[in-house]
């Protein structure tokens, strides 16, 4: 059975810095990784989609990257602002289809 | 193009009733998920359908159906509510059953008293 895990839990830092959020995976045959934002009582937005295939990703600020042999992904983001406060979730696929499974999410606080 | 939908945003209902919740997927796709939040259990995923057919099944009871119309619209239905249905119900689309990006919608608070 897929496990997703995200370290770590909550992570604070003021507001410039650059950090990395972490996501492992226990079964390494997977389709494709997924990260996602959310806001307080919100649904989730897609930031970056890696294919297995893939090594890494970036949209603007994030760069994601994906190292399936180890069954690591982490997402990296650089000169964090305020409004990237929210939870972030990555979620893998194993197979073709649409079932992804989620991590518990690392609940980020940036201050200004 | 508009996003996914999803109504009503939310729903407050009693043990042992059913409800009924919608979702609107973005416009050409075809694959409709739908997944359970909690802060325990976190993100769980009910079903998926596709082109009008149930094509995965989470692990949840019975009580939890839904279906897909041929618009691509989808409804999940939960009868004999429970405290523990409390939840956030989301709802994601994507364009095939292949490796897209799933777009998810705003979700339906439900609150089960």
């Known amino acids: 059975k897929q496990e997703v895990t995200q370290i770590p839990a909550a992570l604070s830092v003021p507001e410039g810095e650059n950090l990395v959020l972490n996501c492992s995976f226990t079964?390494?045959?997977?389709?494709?990784l997924q990260w996602f934002r959310q806001d307080p009582g919100k649904g989730l937005t897609s930031l970056l989609l890696?294919?297995?295939?893939?090594r890494e990703q970036t949209s603007g600020r994030l760069n994601a990257s994906l190292d399936k042999s180890s069954g690591r992904s982490t997402l990296y983001i650089a000169a964090s602002q305020p409004g990237d406060s929210a939870t972030y979730l990555c979620?893998?696929?194993?197979?073709?289809?649409?079932?992804?499974?989620f991590g518990e999410g690392t609940q980020l606080t940036v201050n200004p | 193009k508009a996003g996914v939908t999803q109504t009503p945003r939310y729903l407050i209902k009693t043990r042992g009733q059913q409800v009924t919740l919608s979702c609107s997927p973005i416009?050409?796709?075809?694959?409709v998920s739908w997944y359970q939040q909690t802060p325990g259990q976190g993100l769980q995923f009910l079903f998926e359908?596709?082109?009008?057919?149930?094509?995965n099944k989470g692990n949840f009871p019975g009580r939890f159906s839904g279906r897909q119309f041929s618009n691509s619209r989808s409804e999940m239905n939960v009868s004999t509510l429970e405290l523990g249905d409390s939840a956030l119900y989301l709802c994601?689309?994507?364009?095939?059953?292949?490796?897209?990006?799933?777009?998810f919608g705003p979700g339906t608070r439900l609150l089960v008293l």
């Open positions: 994601a689309s994507s364009l095939t059953r292949t490796s897209e990006t799933q777009y």
């Open positions: 079964d390494s045959a997977i389709y494709n």
């Open positions: 890696i294919q297995s295939s893939q």
């Open positions: 979620a893998v696929i194993k197979t073709s289809g649409s079932r992804l499974t």
């Open positions: 416009s050409g796709h075809r694959s």
């Open positions: 359908y596709f082109s009008e057919t149930q094509r």
